[in-house]
Every structure is written in C-alpha cells, then in structure tokens.
C-alpha cells in the first residue's frame, strides 16, 4: 500500500507562487518511486475532485510526460525527484480560483501512461489547503 504526504500548502496572494510537495512511501515490492505515474488533483466544496497536473514514470517511451488542466497550464508545472520519492507541483502567478484543496495520488499502473483521470489512482493523500487571497 503506497503511502502519500503532501504538504508546502497555505495562503498566498493572488499573484504569488507556492510549491506544493508529495512523498511516497510503501512502494510495492519489486517497484520503485520512479515507476508510479503520479498526479495532483484539487477540489473545491460542493465540486467535483478535478486533475491539475500529472506525470509519467521516468522510464519507458513516455518518460517524464506532462499533463496539465487547461486552468493550470503556464503556470503550473509538475516535477519528480525520484531519489527524494517526491512529487512537486509549482505553482506561480495564483489566482483566488485556485483556493482549493490539493490532493496527489498515485497510479500503480506499470504501463507508461499519463494519467489524467481520478478513477486512475489508487493512491490518495489526505490533502493540502491553498487559500489565495485577491
């Protein structure tokens, strides 16, 4: 059972930046970091749980694709450190649209794929809040 820990959240300033981070542990046997595609959601109340960014495995055809939401895009970007066992999503010039609680999951998925979908992951932490005041 792959264990997620996010954390870097809180409030910011419409225009300012933040960097959230996600460290696994608990991979499966046999497995490591770098192997599970990994994402970030956000989730607002009374909304649906929706994709801002995600990452593929560091191996394979599709090394190190990127997703993005087009709310996000240019101004989000989605990294890994895989001798950290950790994600991280950067995010500069916030908006008060971004207030939202952020999630990041992991994909136990072996294929190289770039996960986009939320009913793809297994692997849920329990959140991080980010406020961005106007």
């Known amino acids: 059972q792959v264990q997620v820990v996010e954390s870097g959240g809180g409030l910011v300033q419409a225009g300012g930046s933040l960097r959230l981070s996600c460290t696994a542990s608990s991979v499966a046997s046999g497995r490591t970091f770098s192997t599970y595609p990994m994402g970030w959601f956000r989730q607002t109340p009374g909304k649906e749980r929706e994709i801002g960014a995600s990452i593929s495995r560091r191996t394979g055809a599709s090394a190190g694709a990127t997703y993005y939401a087009d709310s996000v895009k240019g101004r989000f970007t989605i990294s890994r450190d895989n001798a950290r066992n950790t994600v991280y999503l950067q995010m500069n010039s916030l908006k008060p649209e971004d207030t939202a609680v952020y999630y990041c999951?992991?994909?136990?998925?072996?294929?190289?794929?770039?996960?986009?979908?939320?009913?793809?992951?297994?692997?849920w932490g329990q959140g991080t809040q980010v406020t961005v005041s106007s």
């Open positions: 999951a992991a994909d136990r998925t072996t294929t190289g794929r770039v996960s986009v979908m939320g009913i793809q992951y297994d692997y």
